[in-house]
């Protein structure tokens, strides 16, 4: 009897791994198509879809959303099969991907601050309140920022506290991104790349990324501390 419950269990644990695998590459895909158009995950601007259907590149965001949407679709099931498993697998997911995320987006502003401050100022933000000698000091200290707490959301116990500040940080990139568009500004977000000023569009895209990204993070904020091995470890019993 006890045979059996553990190989349903552990049948139950590979059907919920499977769902949260596809859920994670959909994810990856909606990301990429919204953020990352023409690359490798993108299929929007690929030429045989394009031979087919020649405006399809202009429906990267409703791809990307859809994937997304998609991928939470899969994830529900995975919690309902295997509660536990899936609660932990996301864990891991969602801080190595955005703890991730935040790594490589600092690589470029951190190699370059000079184009990062230049990028800064063309959102006329610290301008508007008259302080724009806050453009460079921004632009050496936030990407240190995005660098040390991706890395502590991914190596450190103290997922808490990484995924506090990490939230507050989307919370200042929608501020940002919500200024640009408001005041008309063709602009980059500067998050992975350093091209100045570039279609508005950009600026939409990189809203509505930071609107859907803010959530998981959010939710990691109240996790327990512990260390991405430590989430694997079964819970003591409390006698």
């Not at 994670?24 to 394009?50: C, R």
């Not at 190595?96 to 063309?122: E, N, R, Y």
């Not at 006329?124 to 936030?142: C, E, K, M, P, R």
């Not at 998050?191 to 998981?216: N, Y």
Request: with cysteine; charged share 15%; proline share 3%.
């Amino acid at each position: 009897m006890i045979a059996c419950f553990e190989k349903e269990n552990l049948k139950k644990t590979i059907i919920a791994g499977i769902l949260l695998l596809v859920a994670t590459f959909f994810v990856t895909v909606g990301v990429a198509e919204i953020s990352f158009p023409e690359t490798i995950l993108t299929f929007t601007d690929q030429e045989w879809l394009l031979d087919i259907w020649p405006k399809a590149y202009r429906y990267n965001i409703h791809v990307g959303v859809g994937a997304i949407v998609l991928a939470c679709a899969l994830i529900f099931p995975a919690i309902k099969i295997q509660k536990d498993f899936a609660i932990r697998a996301l864990e891991t997911l969602c801080r190595v991907g955005i703890g991730g995320m935040f790594i490589f987006a600092s690589i470029f502003k951190i190699q370059d601050p000079h184009q990062f401050a230049t990028l800064v100022a063309q959102y006329q933000f610290f301008s508007a309140l008259h302080l724009d000698f806050v453009n460079n000091f921004f632009a050496l200290v936030y990407p240190q920022f995005e660098f040390w707490f991706g890395l502590a959301m991914i190596v450190s116990p103290f997922v808490r506290e990484s995924a506090f500040a990490i939230f507050w940080m989307f919370v200042s990139f929608i501020i940002a991104l919500a200024w640009a568009l408001w005041n008309d500004l063709g602009i980059t977000c500067g998050c992975f790349e350093l091209e100045g000023a570039q279609d508005k569009a950009e600026a939409w895209t990189s809203l509505i990324r930071d609107l859907i990204l803010i959530w998981p993070t959010l939710w990691l904020a109240f996790r327990k501390n512990k260390s991405i091995i430590g989430i694997w470890k079964k819970d003591k019993e409390v006698k």
